[in-house]
């Protein structure tokens, strides 16, 4: 069964950085592409970024030039580097694995002062 875990969340002031990673496991990594997902309170949730096998990458227009996707193969994480983070970036982070559907439980980012 394919399992994902999330970790790197936490509470952060604006402007400042998270590095979020999620760890899959029970599939071949490499072959699939990954994405990040987030849940701000009382929203849907909506896709951050993106990162195919070939390790190219989209963004939301929102994120765009501020957070970096990228992913590990020998390690089979992805990775979700989060600079100049503002309020309106808390949420649940959620990644998921393209090749199975699976998601993971999700970590909390709160960029507050």
């Known amino acids: 069964q394919v399992q994902l875990v999330e970790s790197g969340g936490g509470l952060v002031q604006p402007g400042g950085s998270l590095r979020l990673s999620c760890t899959v496991s029970g599939n071949i990594f490499s072959i699939y592409a990954k994405g990040w997902y987030r849940q701000a309170p009382g929203k849907q949730r909506e896709l951050v970024a993106t990162v195919s096998s070939g390790g190219s990458t989209n963004y939301v227009d929102s994120v765009k030039g501020r957070f970096t996707i990228s992913r590990d193969n020998a390690k089979n994480t992805v990775y979700l580097q989060m600079n100049s983070l503002k309020p309106e970036d808390t949420a649940v982070y959620y990644c998921?694995?393209?090749?199975?559907?699976?998601w993971g439980k999700g970590t909390l980012v709160t960029v507050s002062s």
């Open positions: 998921r694995d393209y090749g199975s559907g699976y």
